[in-house]
């Protein structure tokens, strides 16, 4: 059973690396950082310049806040801040013995990020990329030590979500992902171990409903909200497929979705209304309207 933040605030010695480096701080990067901040790390997170910085630093500093407010830590603000280095430096990943990537789900993005950081870091440490359906193995072909890379997959938000996905390519290191699978543990959140593929375990299968969900909107079959409702009370799914795509992002998951249709075929081919919206800039949740009006929530 996934143990709770409320738990994790009383562990201690917290199971996960001392020192920890994050590199992106949008919602999933803040989220990440979050997450080893509250199980005792000590985090620097890195942006690609000052602005972002203060801007990630401001979100991480919500998320602790609400925490703090519903009791999922017993340590104050102070005490978690002081354990929080924010900046737009490379050179804050020096003394880290993992990293985690978080940067948008471009390709040549990540190798650019993933290299930069490699660069920092000692031969011992640890490096992943929080890709949701990159190849594993294509980002580790461009890094020097392949062996300390592999995917960890976390899920928006991160304070809620109870899954992280590792990854592991052809030449992670056993020792490696059961470092990892410890590290998730500390987290209070449960592993699952996939071999690295197109659009691994979780995408895959998210994607593939999402986008046929969006194929019967488009073909009139029910509105959204029957849609969602259907695998809400029928499935016994939290979020509907649509409310879900709106969650993560219409760009996220029409990436992800051309990224699938070039490896695996037709049946991820993206709808032509999910091409259209984000055209149009309704890229969910975000832009405050997708498949919903969030604007009016």
Do not use: C
């Not at 602790?64 to 924010?86: C, K, N, P, Q």
């Not at 909200?225 to 998951?253: E, F, N, W």
């Not at 969910?284 to 498949?291: E, H, M, P, V």
């Amino acid at each position: 059973m996934p143990v709770s933040e409320l738990e994790l605030g009383d562990r201690g010695e917290s199971g996960v690396p001392d020192r920890v480096g994050v590199l992106g701080g949008g919602r999933m990067g803040a989220g990440i950082a979050h997450a080893f901040l509250l199980a005792g790390a000590h985090v620097a997170l890195v942006e690609r310049n000052d602005t972002e910085a203060t801007a990630a630093r401001e979100r991480v500093l919500r998320a602790v806040d609400a925490s703090i407010t519903r009791g999922a830590t017993g340590e104050t603000r102070a005490e978690l801040t002081a354990r929080l280095a924010v900046g737009a430096d490379f050179g804050l990943f020096a003394d880290r013995e993992l990293v985690v990537e978080a940067v948008p789900e471009v390709r040549a993005l990540k190798i650019e990020a993933l290299q930069k950081v490699e660069a920092q870091l000692s031969a011992e440490a640890a490096l992943a990329s929080n890709t949701s359906s990159i190849s594993i193995d294509d980002l580790a072909d461009e890094l020097q030590r392949p062996a300390r890379f592999l995917g960890l997959h976390f899920f928006n938000p991160v304070p809620a979500s109870n899954l992280v996905e590792l990854v592991t390519g052809s030449a992670t290191s056993p020792e490696l992902v059961a470092d990892a699978q410890s590290w998730v543990s500390a987290l209070g959140k449960t592993p699952i171990t996939v071999s690295d593929a197109p659009g691994f375990a979780s995408s895959r299968l998210g994607v593939a409903l999402g986008l046929e969900a969006i194929r019967m909107l488009e073909e009139g079959v029910a509105s959204a909200s029957d849609i969602d409702a259907a695998m809400m009370l029928g499935y016994k799914h939290p979020v509907g497929p649509l409310k879900l795509t709106d969650l993560v992002g219409l760009d996220v998951r029409l990436g992800i979705a051309e990224y699938l249709h070039k490896q695996l075929g037709a049946r991820f081919e993206p709808p032509a209304l999910l091409r259209r919206l984000v055209a149009e800039g309704k890229l969910g949740r975000k832009s405050g309207q997708g498949f919903y009006r969030w604007d009016e929530a």
